[in-house]
């Protein structure tokens, strides 16, 4: 296939022969056994209990109940072909209590399940830190404690020394923006605090205990590679107004550089951090040199863009809208990797998530003909070929996610998967866009132009 030098979306579009394919979830979102072989309680356990919290006022107990059914859900990864599966690690049953003793049973369980993954020859993606964090340390003021940090390098000791041979490739933290941000500024994530300084402490210590996790992962698992994921929502500016501008780049450089830029060595957006009015008292010498550790590639978590207003208005949205009222903006996710790769020149890129709740209508058998869905993911995933065609080495694609699951404050009311489940019978059926998926997978063609709702 002759490569196209325009931005013009190819179809069918070819990936390399070695491009992984892959889909993802997290812990707290599809375990449930939240009380099961010693698991302490999570932030989101906690956060769960709260009045108003998660809009249909449920939690976590027992979500896909995938602690037990690990082994099928494995060998539904394998039906549909997927060669990598990115999942996370409940921090909470490794230590209950966050630090101290080490529960064994915990971390049986995630031996067990990388071990189901590799007998199906599906590579093991661990994710750390996917925001379920041990409620005793948030006792003890959570991210915005420093000691936090400290306790997460203990905690990744613990994993690597138990699992670090077997796992392909290791991510410290999932989304620090969303912890840092959701969890300690708007309140609408655990542990549902509601201040600006406190979230940019708890955003450095996230990034400080990234950045000492990342020498214990290269000491304990040298073979294995290691990274972060992190989360990029492209902002415009409503127009030309100065108001407009200013407030699109305050939102640019909090959400999309505020992370990438230390890690590459750039320290923090200076004029975002005078906008926000941080006064960096939490950053101690060496910090940002720690935070500046060589990562192997930088997991790009994208979905949406957004345009921003100053002056408090909020900007009308003029493309199709998600299940979630999310903009669908394919076009979002070249942009993002094309300009991460120009400024910082990661030398890998993962697309660590990626997709769409959709508004699911299941028949008389529990099928889902997800054609929305399917056309999401077909045209970001044209996006992703038209990027590693202008020389962006993305190495692989996760599908967020692989089940439908607890969408954190939306409970279970949003559903992500391409695979359906039903929460009373906890049985799983392929969507029409697994299925077309599982050609992907299979072909590493990309094309709308087959039959894959049979
Ligand atoms: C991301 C999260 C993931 C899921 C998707 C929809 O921000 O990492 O757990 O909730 O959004």
Redesign the pocket.
């Known amino acids: 296939m002759t490569k196209q030098s325009d931005n013009t979306p190819q179809d069918p579009a070819v990936f390399p022969d070695n491009f992984l394919w892959g889909s993802?979830?997290?812990s707290f979102?599809i375990e449930g056994a939240t009380a099961t072989d010693g698991r302490g309680e999570s932030i989101w356990d906690r956060f769960c209990t709260k009045d108003g919290a998660i809009a249909d006022k449920s939690d976590g107990k027992i979500a896909c109940d995938h602690y037990h059914r690990y082994k099928d859900d494995v060998a539904l990864l394998s039906e549909l072909g997927l060669q990598a599966y990115r999942f996370s690690i409940a921090w909470p049953r490794v230590f209950p209590d966050g630090r101290g003793a080490i529960n064994t049973k915990g971390l049986d369980f995630y031996d067990r399940l990388v071990d189901e993954l590799l007998a199906a020859n599906i590579a093991p993606f661990a994710t750390l830190y996917?925001?379920d964090l041990p409620q005793t340390l948030e006792d003890k003021n959570g991210w915005v404690n420093r000691d936090t940090a400290y306790s997460f390098v203990d905690y990744t000791a613990a994993v690597l020394a138990r699992l670090g041979d077997r796992v392909t490739s290791w991510a410290t933290l999932?989304?620090p923006f969303?912890s840092a941000s959701l969890g300690y500024r708007t309140g609408e994530h655990a542990p549902g605090r509601k201040s600006l300084p406190d979230s940019c402490a708890a955003a450095h210590h996230l990034l400080l205990a990234h950045g000492m996790a990342m020498p214990v992962i290269r000491d304990l698992a040298p073979q294995a590679e290691a990274g972060i994921?992190l989360?990029f929502t492209p902002a415009f500016a409503y127009s030309d107004d100065e108001a407009d501008q200013q407030a699109c780049d305050v939102v640019n450089g909090f959400e999309n550089r505020w992370y990438a830029e230390p890690i590459a060595g750039k320290g923090y957006p200076a004029e975002t951090a005078e906008a926000l009015g941080w006064e960096q008292k939490e950053i101690q010498a060496g910090d940002l040199e720690t935070i500046a550790a060589p990562i192997d590639y930088l997991g790009v978590?994208y979905?949406t863009r957004q345009t921003i207003r100053g002056n408090q208005q909020k900007a009308p949205q003029t493309l199709p809208l998600t299940d979630?009222g999310w903009e669908i903006y394919p076009q979002g996710i070249r942009e993002i990797l094309t300009t991460l790769h120009e400024r910082h020149n990661f030398k890998k890129y993962y697309i660590t998530?990626n997709?769409a709740?959709m508004p699911d209508k299941a028949d008389e058998h529990n099928f889902v003909d997800d054609q929305d869905r399917i056309d999401y993911l077909h045209n970001h995933l044209q996006q992703v070929s038209q990027t590693i065609n202008q020389g962006v080495p993305v190495a692989g694609y996760f599908a967020?996610?692989m089940f439908d699951?607890f969408?954190?404050a939306f409970g279970y009311e949003?559903r992500?998967g391409i695979v359906r489940v039903n929460y009373e019978t906890q049985e799983r059926t392929p969507k029409a866009s697994a299925l077309w998926y599982r050609e992907v997978a299979k072909s590493g063609v990309v094309t709308r132009h087959n039959d894959s709702s049979a």
Do not use: I, L, P, R
């Open positions: 993802a979830t997290s979102q996917h925001w999932n989304e969303v994921v989360n978590n979905y979630m998530e997709g709740a967020w996610s699951n969408e954190w949003k992500f």
